[in-house]
């Protein structure tokens, strides 16, 4: 026992049966010729056709239900020429009929680009282009948005289809009408022979460090990836998987959609998220599993303490982005037996999860004790140059791998000649494809991915998630962590939420930290810069602050760093008002303080 626990043989032995799980798993699908998704799903219909698959807003679907659905839309898209391999752009919010379109499309050996429905202007154009499709599958509440950008969406070669309430009302696309279509299984060669490079789906990045890129997100992820998943966390078909995460996000599609299917397991698919409206919903349909991203966790922390929080059947809040500083309060308000954090991309060819039942462990992202890290040296911290963003090497050219303890950018590895390890890249960019890979990094003609995120691992075997490569910044010749310095100064009470960032000051190197929070009213500011500088190194606490009524998020509910770090310290080009550490004390910042600064006069 003491051996056991003293080399966490239980969690790896945990970690290492559901990767030779969802090995052979795999091994089997191919040897039956199975690649493509759809059969995940046609598998567990085959075995429970009437057991209850999706709840939505009230309305119940059996898997026979979305067999069937799926089946018209298959035969809709064939009818409109739609062939194997092609593209069709799905610009649709969480509705059933998301997961009927993306599956019908997959039964025909299609792919749909999934269109973050939150984008408009030159974001939305850039990804329906990116798309390379021919039809636009669209809501039609997202009408204006479409229809803003209409004569550049047609000049791509687009032709319109429009579905949902009040179709009349648009009048630029064509409403689809499934009312005649057959539901009758397309012809099976059309999926069969798919092989590990066919593409299952393109998910785009988030678009926090610019255009958003479109990753190709192969039949053999959306295979191995579920079956790990689901054997990792114990999913069974008596679970009930509550999303709110937008469909368009692989964390929605891949560990909630596509583990569902895998399982058995029951999807409740809201909407969108409502921090008010989220465990009443999840009391409602007995859910036993909840997904979370980003902040979401902190915005239901936010919410008033209720004799409610505790009454729920949920064994499993899986996700991540889970801040550290949230991790127990979550766990200790809402009374969560498992926390399942966990490391991944969509692009990427390496995770990392953290089966979290206690303290010991809480706020990492994952966890590899000394038999896993022995097995499988795919994922390696290596030393990298903050401000040119370069890996550091030593004088023989290799790569330098970073001790327990120490921050650097963490490179998972890439196998061409394994499904699960190769990276597709992303559709139509070479380049943004190539920046992603790095090779020589230990041995002459390895390859790694470079996940472009700062972690650590301590000498238990836990990895902590440090900050995006660019977030973090030299000021007075230290490094800022952007993610620590916030973890910091959200524990302060009256701060009900911290972005921090850096900014440039003309005629000063490196940048001074900024954060942009939103505060109670009681906020007292001496009290807080006292916090402040008591609480961390001089060089990290935010030289200014920027009081704002709420937090610019992504459609992944995360934080927005790129437009706050374009707009700068300059009082005149924000409207929010902002404050400035003078000497130990938060002041007001305005132009008068602004030309002291600049000028030198102040001292920083």
């Known amino acids: 026992m003491y051996v056991g626990s003293k080399l966490a043989i239980p969690q790896d032995a945990r970690l290492i049966s559901s990767l030779i799980g969802a090995?052979?798993?795999?091994?089997?699908?191919?040897?039956?010729?199975?690649?493509?998704?759809?059969?995940?799903?046609?598998?567990?219909?085959?075995?429970?056709?009437?057991?209850?698959?999706?709840?939505?807003?009230?309305?119940?679907?059996?898997?026979?239900?979305?067999?069937?659905?799926?089946?018209?839309?298959?035969n809709w898209f064939l009818a409109k020429g739609i062939k194997r391999g092609e593209i069709v752009s799905l610009f649709m919010p969480n509705k059933p009929e998301f997961i009927f379109c993306w599956l019908g499309l997959n039964k025909i050996g299609a792919t749909a680009a999934f269109i973050n429905t939150n984008?408009?202007?030159?974001?939305?154009?850039?990804?329906?282009?990116t798309a390379t499709a021919s039809i636009l599958v669209m809501d039609t509440?997202?009408?204006?948005?479409?229809?803003?950008?209409?004569?550049?969406?047609?000049?791509m070669g687009y032709t319109l289809y429009s579905y949902g309430s009040g179709n009349d009302s648009v009048d630029?696309?064509?409403?689809?009408?499934?009312?005649h279509v057959p539901d009758t299984d397309a012809p099976a060669e059309l999926r069969r022979g798919t092989t590990p490079n066919d593409i299952a789906m393109l998910i785009y990045t988030s678009g926090t460090t610019g255009l958003p890129k479109a990753g190709r997100f192969s039949h053999t992820r959306a295979s191995t990836g579920p079956h790990f998943w689901a054997r990792f966390y114990g999913f069974t078909e008596k679970d009930r998987v509550y999303v709110s995460l937008p469909l368009y996000h692989s964390a929605a599609t891949a560990l909630g959609v596509l583990v569902s299917w895998i399982s058995?397991?029951?999807?409740?698919?809201?909407?969108?998220?409502?921090?008010?409206?989220?465990?009443d919903d999840c009391r409602r349909n007995n859910a036993t599993v909840i997904q979370y991203i980003g902040e979401i966790c902190r915005y239901l922390l936010n919410n008033p303490e209720s004799p409610l929080d505790k009454m729920h059947s949920i064994r499993l809040a899986h996700g991540n982005g889970m801040r550290p500083d949230v991790w127990n309060r979550f766990r200790d308000r809402f009374g969560i037996p498992l926390i399942g954090e966990w490391y991944a991309s969509t692009e990427g060819t390496g995770a990392l999860m953290n089966y979290n039942t206690g303290p010991h462990g809480a706020g990492a992202v994952?966890?590899?004790?000394?038999?896993?890290?022995?097995?499988?040296?795919?994922?390696?911290?290596?030393?990298?140059?903050?401000?040119?963003?370069?890996?550091?090497?030593?004088?023989?050219?290799?790569?330098?791998?970073?001790?327990?303890?120490?921050?650097?950018?963490?490179?998972?590895?890439?196998?061409?000649?394994?499904?699960?390890?190769?990276f597709k890249g992303y559709h139509k960019n070479a380049n943004a494809t190539n920046k992603k890979l790095v090779s020589d990094v230990?041995?002459?003609?390895?390859?790694?991915?470079?996940?472009?995120?700062?972690?650590?691992?301590?000498?238990?075997?836990?990895?902590?998630?440090?900050?995006?490569?660019?977030?973090?910044f030299r000021w007075k010749s230290e490094n800022v962590s952007t993610a620590e310095v916030s973890e910091v100064l959200s524990a302060y009470p009256d701060c009900i939420e911290v972005n921090v960032y850096g900014v440039q000051i003309p005629g000063h190197d490196g940048r001074a930290g900024m954060a942009a929070i939103v505060s109670k009213p009681s906020m007292n500011w001496d009290k807080f810069a006292e916090f402040a500088l008591k609480s961390l190194p001089r060089y990290s606490v935010p030289l200014f602050i920027r009081q704002?009524?709420?937090?610019?998020?992504?459609?992944?509910?995360?934080?927005?760093?790129?437009?706050?770090?374009?707009e700068g310290m300059h009082p005149d080009k924000i409207s929010d008002a902002m404050l400035w550490l003078d000497g130990h004390k938060y002041k007001s910042f305005k132009a008068p303080e602004y030309q002291r600064v600049v000028s030198g006069q102040a001292k920083l």
């Open 23 to 74: 090995k052979r798993a795999y091994a089997a699908i191919e040897k039956r010729d199975t690649i493509n998704a759809s059969y995940r799903f046609e598998e567990t219909y085959l075995k429970y056709p009437n057991r209850e698959a999706l709840v939505f807003e009230g309305r119940s679907y059996t898997f026979r239900d979305i067999h069937l659905a799926s089946n018209k839309f298959a």
């Open 119 to 129: 984008l408009a202007g030159k974001p939305l154009t850039h990804s329906l282009n």
């Open 141 to 155: 509440e997202l009408a204006p948005q479409i229809a803003n950008s209409l004569d550049e969406i047609l000049g």
């Open 172 to 179: 630029f696309a064509t409403p689809i009408d499934l009312s």
């Open 264 to 279: 058995g397991a029951t999807l409740i698919l809201a909407r969108k998220f409502s921090a008010s409206s989220f465990w």
């Open 366 to 422: 994952g966890f590899r004790g000394t038999i896993a890290r022995m097995m499988d040296k795919g994922l390696r911290i290596v030393k990298m140059d903050v401000q040119t963003e370069e890996l550091i090497r030593d004088k023989n050219g290799w790569c330098i791998e970073c001790g327990p303890g120490e921050p650097g950018e963490l490179l998972t590895s890439v196998d061409m000649t394994d499904p699960t390890k190769d």
């Open 442 to 472: 230990f041995i002459k003609g390895d390859m790694y991915f470079r996940t472009g995120d700062i972690l650590r691992r301590d000498a238990d075997g836990y990895f902590y998630f440090g900050d995006r490569v660019g977030d973090t």
């Open 548 to 566: 704002v009524p709420e937090m610019e998020i992504t459609g992944t509910f995360k934080q927005r760093k790129v437009e706050l770090v374009n």
